[in-house]
């Protein structure tokens, strides 16, 4: 989703080229899938468009050691840069939701600006806002920030370079 991919479906109505951003879907009670994807149609293949010169990007994840397949909490962060400031940017969390989860008011601060600290402090205080976590894992929302926070500052450093 960062890297804006998408998926390739076919069925029996044809072949049809869905975004990742619009693949996932959060189940309800009608709909208990978390894809878009119908029981007649299968997955051909995932497109990622070439990134343009000037992209960086970054995965980290938070994983417990007894369980290591599973992120407890994931980021996938994308960023073009156009001289000194960002110009789009992609950021996605994983383990916080059903369904990987877009950070559009996040990746919205970014952009036209230079990825500085404040910049960073200032996209890391809002981006979690309004997260309603459940019962027994609240602790996702330090823990993304503290991710968040390491893979900004990561691709800070690696635009500097």
Not at 117 to 130: C, H, K, M, R
Request: charged share 25%; aromatic share 6%.
């Amino acid at each position: 989703m960062a890297l804006n991919a998408s998926v390739l479906l076919r069925g029996p109505q044809g072949e049809r080229m869905v975004a990742l951003d619009d693949f996932f879907t959060l189940p309800e009670d009608e709909h208990r899938r978390e894809t878009i994807i119908e029981a007649d149609e299968l997955i051909l293949s995932i497109h990622l468009p070439p990134q343009a010169k000037g992209t960086y990007s970054f995965y980290l994840k938070a994983m417990d050691r007894k369980v290591w397949a599973f992120a407890l909490v994931g980021v996938a962060l994308r960023l073009h840069m156009q001289d000194e400031n960002v110009d789009d940017a992609g950021i996605v969390l994983s383990g916080v939701a059903p369904i990987p989860w877009r950070l559009r008011h996040a990746e919205e601060m970014l952009v036209g600006q230079p990825l500085d600290d404040e910049l960073i402090l200032n996209v890391i205080e809002t981006a979690l806002e309004g997260a309603m976590p459940l019962a027994e894992n609240g602790y996702k929302i330090s823990l993304a920030k503290g991710l968040l926070q390491r893979a900004l500052g990561h691709l800070a450093q690696a635009i500097k370079e």
